[in-house]
Nanobody, 116 residues
Framework: QVQLVESGGGLVQPGGSLRLSCAVS????????VSWYRQAPGKQRELVAG???????NYADSVKGRFTISRDNAKNTVYLQMNSLEPEDTAMYYC??????????WGQGTQVTVSS
């Protein structure tokens, strides 16, 4: 069974930084496309950042210039570096991994709270 284990969330003051990690327990991780989503209370889940099938990155307009997605295939891990955090970034953050054959896996989520 594939497992996605997220970590790195927490409470941070506005303007602060956090780095989220998502460790994937699957050897085919290198051929997957990975993304980070978030869901705030009362809102729909939204795409925050992701890698396209061509290997380029895309970001939600609200996080461009502040967040950076990266991956380390040797460690089967995807990261989300979040800088200049704002209260509006408060949400549960989820890792999403998609494989060429159509399988999709989600992590359990990690809570990010931005508050003074």
């Amino acid at each position: 069974q594939v497992q996605l284990v997220e970590s790195g969330g927490g409470l941070v003051q506005p303007g602060g930084s956090l780095r989220l990690s998502c460790a994937v327990s699957r050897s085919q991780f290198s051929i997957s496309t990975v993304s980070w989503y978030r869901q705030a209370p009362g809102k729909q889940r939204e795409l925050v950042a992701g890698f396209t099938t061509g290997g380029s990155t895309n970001y939600a307009d609200s996080v461009k210039g502040r967040f950076t997605i990266s991956r380390d295939n040797a460690k089967n891990t995807v990261y989300l570096q979040m800088n200049s955090l704002e209260p509006e970034d408060t949400a549960m953050y989820y890792c999403n991994v998609r494989y060429p054959w159509g399988e999709i896996n989600w992590g359990q989520g990690t809570q990010v709270t931005v508050s003074s």
